[in-house]
Each structure stands twice: as C-alpha cells, then as structure tokens.
C-alpha cells in the first residue's frame, strides 16, 4: 500500500509547486515534498496551551478567561502531557487554574491566548522526523496586537527539537483542517484575503498551502469575511473525524449570519470528495438557541456558541457545553458516536467564546513521530 509519502512525491510529480517557483525535481521541492500534517486524532506526545488573558484585551472578563484555561488544562492533563506557556510574573497564577500534575510551564511573554492561531502547525515524515510550520501570525490581518505571539510558533518548534520551517503564507492554525491522508477543508475568506496574502492568488495559496501540509487536495469552503476576527476559520465550520468523514456545522438560527454560509458549505461538502475520490460522510451539528444567558452571552454578537470547535487528544475529546441541555445533550452523543473509544469531556467555556474562540482555538498538539 503506498504511504502518504508517495502519494506526496505523486503530487510534486504531477506538478506540485509550479505556482510558488519550484522547478520539479528540485532540492527544495523533494525536501519540502517529504512531509505531511497528521490528523489531529492520530497518538500525540502532549497538547500546548497559552494562559495569556490580559486586561487591555479582556477588560472585566480576564479572571473568567483564565478560570476557563484552568478547566481545559486540568482536562487535558487528565489524559496526557500537556505544557502551558504563561508570562513570567503569572507562573503561579497559571499553576493555580491549570493544576500541576502532567503540566510542565514555560514562561514568555504573550499577547493572548489563542494557541491553535499562534502555535507550531507540525508536519511528520514517514522516517519519523519532525517539523514545525510557521504561517507567519500576524494578528488575524492587523486586528490585534501580536508582536509577542508572532514569536511563539518558533519557540514551540525549538522546544519540540523540531525543524523549524516558515512558510511566505500568512495564516493560522485554525484555518487548516486535514484528515492526515492528502485531504484539507480551508475557508477561502480567511487564506485568500488581503489582509493577509496581499497579491496572492487562490492557486497560489493553494499550492503553498499543499507543499507545506503534504495535502493532494484542498476542498475549498467560501466563509466570510469581515464578521468575526478570524474571517470564519474552517475550525468553526467543519472538521475531519477520519479519513472521509466530516462533522460540519449547521446554523439553524435564521437571524445568524451563519445561518447561509453554514447551509451554503453543507451543500458543498455534500458534493465534494476527498483525495482518494471518495464521497464524504457528512455529520451536522448545530449551535445551541438557548445557551445559558449571562454576561458572557448577553448581548455579545461575537459569543461563539458553537459545538465542532472541539479538541481531539488521546484518550478524549474534549468539548464545549454552553447550558441548553438539549442541545448540548445532542452534541456529545454525536461525539460519543463519532470517536468511539475517547470520553467525551463536555466543559462550560463560555468566557472563551465571548471573544469569538473556543477550545480548539486554545489549544494546539505535537505529533508521535
């Protein structure tokens, strides 16, 4: 059987880099050519967590913020490693909320808490090496401060003795879903815009985006743009359980902007199929219409109710609940059905979500090579 390698040499074969400048058969090419991005639920050495919440950023919500980093550190530190980067006077704030057992602390100076958009996006070999992909973070197209952020997915990579690559790309981890075998899910509003690839053209960003991940195909979902500080990152609309199957997001609210996009990527996913040719299995879930009402929720346009931007780890999946108990009931037995052999570990993160994240936005992970 060919190995994700191959298929990978298939596609620098077949012509893969044209568009960056990559001549075939170059040094560059076949060096770029030899990794790929795993699938988030494949065996992971530990999970990365940044417990940088600050007033100038969270005002009133800050304490709340870091308690919600405490609930989701201790949970995932239940099931395997886990290290959490914190600035250097917070040390022992961060080991009050997020515990000390299976944690180890590195301290830096952070800007916020958004580890999936700022970490290492790692890449493996089928030798078992290992790489690290920096997407160059520049704070979701000038929104945020960052200039401490910016620096983190080069400390990672160190700290994971990885080999550190920098992509010319702009982007974010929370805009790269792939299923491990050729196949990525990437919104086109926040890759193809120019706030942050100024000149780039879809192809372009395409193929940088197949070289650097070791995707053969990228299944391309509008998003959109402008309402949410991300421009809709794919984490919010629709993940890979496996290999050709999909849980996607659908927005039943018809007052939600949402609400056309996510019927509009249904329709797409629907039609598309992976790598391999095959047709994608599609799992809906939908956000909850009555999530608890309190300050985080009430009001706030930016409250990120939804249920797909969960963290898959070994052992677990660990996921949001936002108080409608039917709706959150829903969800997690889509997820018990979905990840057979992982506890589901549903947690109240609504002070995340009242600055547009969740989990999956919080967290990032470093492979088994």
Known sequence: MPTRRTFLQLSLAAGLGAGLGLPLGSARAAELGRWFMPDEGEAQQRAYLAFGAQDAIWEDFTTDVQAALGRIAQAIARFQPLTVF??????DLAEDYCGRHNITYVT???????????????VVDDDGALAAVDFNFNGWGGKQRHRNDAKLAARVAKLAGAQYQRSELVGEGGGIEVDGHGTGIMTESCWVNGNRNPGWSKAQVEEELKTRLGLRKIIWLPGIKGKDIT???????????????????????????????????????????????RPLEIHTVSPPLAPRRNKFSRGNPDFAAGYINYFVINGAVIAPQFGDKRADGKARDLLVKLYPGR?????????????GGGIHCVTHQCPVV
């Not at 914190?86 to 040390?91: D, H, L, W």
């Not at 952070?110 to 999936?116: C, E, H, K, V």
């Not at 927005?251 to 039609?271: C, F, M, Q, W």
Request: charge should be negative.
């Open 86 to 91: 914190c600035r250097p006077t917070e040390r």
């Open 108 to 122: 830096c100076e952070l800007d916020d808490i958004w580890m999936r958009d700022i970490g290492a996006n790692f």
């Open 231 to 277: 421009d809709a990152h794919v984490d919010f609309y629709a993940r890979f359980v496996r290999p050709g199957v999909v849980i996607a997001n659908l927005d039943n609210d018809p007052d939600s902007y949402d609400h056309a996009v996510t019927k509009r990527h249904l329709e797409i996913l629907k039609g598309a199929t992976d790598a391999d040719g």
């Open 343 to 355: 506890e589901v570990v549903q947690l109240d993160i609504d002070a995340i979500a009242a600055g």
